[in-house]
């Protein structure tokens, strides 16, 4: 009996310190972005998914930011911007009224190809919800109805984004995520993914994400893994020099 129960112990202690190895393993792999080996996903009781949805991964580098930017502040590119969202940023930044012509004049200067037409439009659909139109010009009613735009950045709390540049922000994120796995990652690991990670403020599902992965796919900037069902980085090919 007594010998059973040493044996049992001993197996116990054993057992605690192969679990507790293997977990310093799957942070090594973490670490080291490397996907799991199969035998180190059995003993984590790992079941297809990966260690993918148990890492966080931290929020890429940041653009400069405005001094008066939030922790919950996101940023997009201005190229990916909408007019009406360079228009409510340009008003912001001014400190008087701007003439709709000048309004036009600074958006095209920044979006190309946006049109006159739907820039004033922009005016006659946000009068007295969100812009004031004078005879001085254009004024916005609350500095929090606009983002800021820095070094080529639009920058501000989600809402002050239209669901387009949510969804540019959400495909950022994705492709942050892939160059961070480099196994690849299924369709559910990347939207169980993005749900832990705080600096995402974009709706996530699974439609959502479908529509994101075949976008940036036609972009060329991921592609499935053989038969895998896993989306990963596309890379350059390698220039021999």
């Known amino acids: 009996m007594s010998n059973n129960l040493n044996a049992e112990m001993e ?18 792999y973490t670490r080291a972005n490397m996907a799991l080996p199969e035998p180190l996903k059995r003993v984590l009781g790992v079941n297809g ?19 008066e930017a939030q922790s919950d502040w996101i940023w997009i590119l201005v190229k990916d911007a909408t007019a009406t969202s360079i228009v409510l940023a340009i008003l912001r930044a001014a400190k008087e009224p701007v003439k709709a012509k000048d309004v036009a ?48 950045y639009l920058w501000g709390p989600a809402d002050v984004f239209q669901k387009t540049e949510l969804a540019t922000h959400r495909r950022e994120a994705i492709i942050h995520l892939l160059n961070s796995f480099e196994g690849g990652l299924q369709t559910r690991q990347i ?51």
């Open 49 to 67: 998914t990966g260690t993918s949805t148990r890492v966080v991964i931290p929020a890429p580098q940041s653009p400069r930011a405005p001094l």
């Open 11 to 28: 197996a116990t202690l054993k057992l605690a310190e192969f679990l507790d190895m293997a977990k310093k393993c799957e942070q090594l």
């Open 105 to 152: 004049t600074c958006v095209t200067g920044i979006l190309p190809n946006a049109l006159s037409g739907s820039i004033f439009n922009v005016g006659t659909r946000l009068d007295g919800k969100k812009i004031r139109r004078t005879d001085e010009g254009w004024v916005l009613l609350k500095p929090e109805y606009g983002g800021v735009i820095v070094d080529g």
């Open 191 to 241: 939207v169980e993914q993005l749900h832990r990670c705080t600096w995402v403020h974009a709706p996530i599902n699974k439609d959502l994400l479908k529509a994101d992965l075949e976008i940036l796919d036609e972009k060329g900037l991921i592609k499935r893994r053989g038969n895998s069902k896993k989306w990963g980085i596309v890379t350059a090919p390698k220039v021999d020099k």
